[in-house]
């Protein structure tokens, strides 16, 4: 059993920054596949982007690339979201999630382990 918790969501303005936290229960860290979703009121659920098995790939949606940056910390079994420049259209809850097949897939089907989810809000 793999279990996540996020935590750094907020308000944040404009073109300024924001880190999210994904801390797992410390299990085999290093052979999950993580990503990041993001849900905005009325919306699915968006894939943001992921971190394959290994941390061989990490992959981006259009939406983010260049803006945001994920990163893990296989020490503290720590996954990370680094925001800069975020826009209004990215304010949602966002949601860390694992799985261990070997893809960090876009699917939100795919992944086995959510956390609970963080607001994000971007302010303009």
């Known amino acids: 059993q793999v279990q996540l918790v996020e935590s750094g969501g907020g308000l944040v303005q404009t073109g300024g920054s924001l880190r999210l936290s994904c801390a797992t229960s410390?299990?085999?860290?290093?052979?999950?596949?993580m990503a990041w979703f993001r849900q905005a009121p009325g919306k699915e659920r968006e894939f943001v982007g992921g971190?394959?098995?290994?941390?061989?790939?990490?992959s981006y949606s259009r939406n983010v690339q260049g803006r945001f940056t994920i990163a893990r910390d296989n020490a503290q079994n720590t996954m990370y979201l680094q925001m800069n420049s975020p826009r209004p259209e990215d304010t949602a809850v966002y949601y860390c999630?694992?799985?261990?097949?070997?893809?960090?897939?876009?699917?939100?089907?795919?992944?086995?382990?959510w956390g609970q989810g963080t607001q994000v809000t971007v302010s303009s």
């Open positions: 999630a694992a799985t261990f097949n070997k893809d960090a897939s876009a699917s939100a089907a795919d992944y086995d382990y």
């Open positions: 971190s394959s098995w290994l941390s061989l790939f990490t």
């Open positions: 410390g299990q085999l860290f290093s052979s999950l596949s």
